[in-house]
């Protein structure tokens, strides 16, 4: 573009005189970026309010006795969501238990099996899936195992969360597998490799860390569901390692406070949203650390 | 890639020969994969249990259907349509009517969507196409920071801040400029409809930006570079070649906004007041259907009362499938087949 001056078509073009941009359409386009910088300003504000006043509030609350006691009957000071924690744990391991193999073989299926009507089906599908209702999500849960069961479990909660990873997993887990380039998987196969070992040890082994961090991603969405909980888990006010009996959840118990007349439990459902946040954090870093440094490398 | 230069082994392969060099290269190379014959049992099974997994996906579809539709089939017997028609929600007679409920949902949802889409759109607009490209990558991290904050949470935040900001500066100062609508009337209690609306705006936003931002970097380059051309400013390049290009897009970004608004429980529940009635001022409490199943559900005593409520989950269900098809349709059309992220 340097010899433009040279180029006789450029030439003509300065005798084409272009008339100024007139002040009005100046001022709106200053305007408009004005107005869509605001907007981002306006969005911005209640994200980093809701995390100030999250440690602000909740870091004054949080103390031993909020990590390792169970909640006092109303009016007495103390007390603390350990149940509730461990219950959550407890809930999110069946999830995972149930929800990851099933997500990653349906991500599987769609693609290296999937790349037709039946995958389009079912990825449309995990797609719809994805769209339902938490809430929805609990009463199937509840017709499923809280019925035949006779009572809430932690069971029950883990079938709802599960049923919520097993779209986003199955989706996130495709899309990363589509990426392995084709090339890799015929060199396995050329080497005499068989398809199922391929598709294992070469090719989710290659987007290993793609896929774990989809299933971070849907482990940290359902890690803070409370709908489905509410009438699966139920909540309780014990220590519950049976998995057939109504168990607590940190999500829960921060609803139940947060709706409560009480000024002792207001700070307490601050404290456990502190600690529901962080838990989710460093759960997902804890993961994304492991996978950089290999120890999950054979995963 | 010298085809001659590689002996290619095969499956069963023959012995190879000892002696000669490459011989020795590939089979210490492909002993431990290539020893005997590589039966094919294994192989099939594994496509089917990965069909079988895929297969799952549909039957999870299935079964929430299933379980809905058996389930709501008393209340569905005992009133039919008049069910979505009325508004008499009274367990002690066993009267259900789910009136209220579909209408706190439309509205709380609809007032989310107009106070989020300007907002989403701006901030998608202002990060691809006006910021600076070295805060791009921080911004779209932050807003979408946002999705990852638990429903309760935000719940919880808007109880005790945006409640009482609301009653004390919002309402009065809304009923006083624009109270003769009629929508603003009322004692300014700061739970109801309006708390509802804003939460749930602040909650989907992050959802219609990142998805409008999707849409908006895959219009071609060469649109917004033949209107400037024109001699268009940044603005009308944005409005002419940018956003008419994206419209079916962004529109289906918003009808996914208007699922997750409508599907949303927790943080409703908490602030929209839990009253079954229909009202046209929006200070005054509401119900939505989500939340009267989170308040309900485990109370829910006669198998009428417990039947009427898996309706409105039925109803929900439907609703919102069929928005959020409509939306991955629409949002399709426009990435031209490329599968939109899935947004957490």
């Not at chain 2, 119900?287 to 005593?301: G, H, K, Q």
Request: aromatic share 8%; hydrophobic share 50%; glycine share 10%.
């Amino acid at each position: 573009m340097s010899d433009t001056n040279s180029n006789p078509a450029a030439v003509s073009i300065s005798h084409i005189s272009v008339p100024p941009i007139s002040l009005r359409r100046r001022l709106m386009d200053h305007a408009m970026t004005g107005v869509a910088a605001l907007t981002v300003i306006a969005v911005l504000v209640p994200l980093f309010a809701i995390f100030a006043y999250l440690v602000y509030k909740g870091i004054g609350s949080i103390n031993l006795a909020f990590l390792t006691q169970t909640p006092k009957p109303v009016g007495e000071a103390g007390g603390g969501m350990a149940n509730a924690i461990a219950g959550s744990m407890v809930i999110l391991a069946i999830a995972s238990l149930l929800g990851v193999p099933l997500g990653i073989g349906a991500g599987i299926f769609l693609s290296e099996y999937g790349r037709n009507r039946y995958g389009d089906i079912v990825r449309f599908i995990s797609d719809v899936l994805n769209g339902v209702p938490s809430i929805v999500i609990g009463i199937v849960a509840y017709g499923l195992v809280v019925l035949p069961q006779k009572h809430f479990s932690a069971l029950a909660g883990g079938v709802a969360l599960a049923i919520m990873m097993i779209p986003t997993i199955a989706r996130t887990t495709e899309q990363m597998l589509l990426l392995v380039p084709q090339a890799i998987r015929e060199a396995a196969y050329g080497l005499g490799v068989s398809r199922w070992r391929t598709t294992l040890s070469i090719t989710l082994r290659t987007a290993t860390s793609g896929v774990i961090t989809g299933v971070m991603l849907a482990f940290a969405r359902v890690a803070g569901e409370t709908a489905p909980l509410l009438f699966t888990a139920f909540g309780n006010q014990y220590w519950n390692w049976k998995t057939d009996q109504p168990t607590a959840a940190l999500s829960l118990q921060i609803f139940t406070y947060a709706i409560s007349p009480f000024d002792e439990w207001h700070r307490q459902a601050w404290a456990g949203a502190l600690v529901l946040i962080v838990l989710i954090v460093a759960a997902v870093a804890a993961v994304r650390i492991a996978v950089k440094h290999g120890t999950l490398a054979g995963a | 890639m010298s085809n001659q230069a590689l002996p290619r082994p095969r499956f069963n392969a023959p012995e190879p020969e000892r002696g000669s060099k490459a011989d020795l290269k590939i089979e210490a190379r492909t002993t431990p994969l290539l020893r005997g014959k590589v039966s094919e049992i294994p192989d099939v099974f594994f496509g089917w249990a990965m069909r079988l997994c895929g297969l799952a996906v549909v039957a999870l579809l299935g079964l929430i259907v299933y379980q809905l539709v058996v389930g709501s089939q008393l209340s569905w017997h005992g009133f039919g349509w008049k069910f979505f028609g009325h508004s008499d929600w009274n367990p002690v007679s066993d009267q259900y009517g789910a009136l209220p409920f579909i209408y706190g949902t439309i509205v709380s949802s609809l007032l989310s969507l107009v106070i989020a889409v300007p907002l989403s759109i701006g901030v998608a607009v202002f990060i691809t196409e006006m910021c600076p490209t070295g805060l791009r990558g921080t911004l779209s991290f932050t807003t979408e920071l946002l999705a990852a904050i638990p429903s309760v949470v935000y719940g919880l935040w808007a109880i005790f801040v945006l409640v009482p900001i609301l009653r004390q500066y919002v309402q009065p100062f809304l009923a006083k400029t624009l109270g003769w609508t009629g929508l603003f009337s009322g004692p300014p209690y700061g739970i109801g409809m309006l708390a509802a609306g804003v939460i749930l705006a602040i909650m989907i936003i992050p959802i219609i930006s990142s998805i409008t931002r999707e849409v908006l970097t895959v219009i071609p380059q060469h649109q917004r570079e033949a209107v400037l051309a024109l001699g268009a400013t940044r603005w009308e390049m944005i409005r002419m070649g940018v956003l008419r290009n994206a419209r079916a897009g962004i529109v289906g970004a918003v009808i996914l906004g208007l699922g997750r608004a409508l599907g949303e429980t927790m943080a409703v529940t908490m602030v929209i007041g839990n009253r079954p009635e229909i009202a046209k001022s929006l200070f005054a409490p509401g119900y939505t259907m989500a939340s009267v199943l989170a308040n309900e559900f485990t109370e829910a005593t006669g198998d009428l009362y417990l039947s009427a409520l898996i309706e409105i989950g039925l109803a929900l269900f439907f609703v919102t499938i069929v928005v959020n098809a409509l939306a991955r349709l629409m949002v399709w059309s426009v990435t031209r087949g490329q599968p939109a992220r899935s947004i957490v």
